[in-house]
């Protein structure tokens, strides 16, 4: 009698239904099934689309939804129910504390975490005309088009990249900014008007990255995915969000933190910022030193934000 063979592997990868996050998921299962052959298998890799509370209230500003993991908690939910294995996130969408239990297990190769700048009549920011309409749902990016530009003005947009882009044809706002990688992922990398550099628009804490969460007691998930964990990338993301994690950034905080290595890797270049979100007040700091202190440096650039605003600067903050 022959014996039973045995049963194919199958993981199941969670994220969320928009265009961009099941690119993401795709990615990751095309990752995996180029490091492990067992796993390019059609149905060894499913993924499971999960609705968060950010997908679901559609007709207000994040900031007003509040709280912190808006586009994550039911995903990490699922991870801790064992309804999935892996959860698939935007990095820059992660809460800077994950449920017990759980972590980020690996951070694949970060795409380009730069802003786009998309406009109706202008090839850059500097050249809108005054009182044009600039739509973003994201605080960050609200308080430093206000910081370069106090003369335009800032309407809410909402929405995956082609329902901004067709608000921005149907002319309901004259600009709008998104993420780079998400547009290269979508494969919408050639429609971008202008990628500004940091130092026009300074990027979001790990914007571009991919991070893939799993049950830190789970060996068999982690043996997956260690393959594709990029050290260089993995490095800038725990540095930038250890910045975040003593600002204890929320969605009403504008904060922006972006990381550089050098060519060999050794060394990192941190930049940070924490603005009012109208442009009235900011405070910038930087870092640099090994790549390998990164988190450290994070952390004393946090730290020297928070002692050069001071606690008026934060209560303002708390009290919009």
Known sequence: MSASKPARPRLRLGTRGSPLALAQAREVRARLAAAHPELAADG???????????????????????????????IDEALTDRRIDLAVHSMKDVPTWLPDGLGIVSVPPREDPRDAFFARDAATLAALPAGAVVGTASLRRQA???????????APLRGNVATRLAKLERGEVDATLLAVAGLKRLGEGARITAALSPEEMLPAVAQGAIGIAARLDDGAMGAYLAPLDDRPSALRV???RACLRELDGSCRTPIAVYTELTEDGASMWLRALISMPDG???????QRGPAVDGEAMGRAAGQALR??????FFAALAAL
């Open 44 to 74: 060894a890799v499913v993924i499971a689309v999960i609705k968060t509370t950010g997908d679901r209230v559609r007709d207000r500003p994040l900031a007003e939804i509040g709280g912190k993991g808006l586009f994550t908690k039911e």
């Open 144 to 154: 430093q088009v206000l910081l370069a530009r106090p003369d335009v003005r800032v």
């Open 238 to 240: 725990l540095a930038e």
């Open 280 to 286: 009235t007040a900011a405070h910038r700091t930087e």
């Open 307 to 312: 002692a050069a605003a001071g606690p008026a």
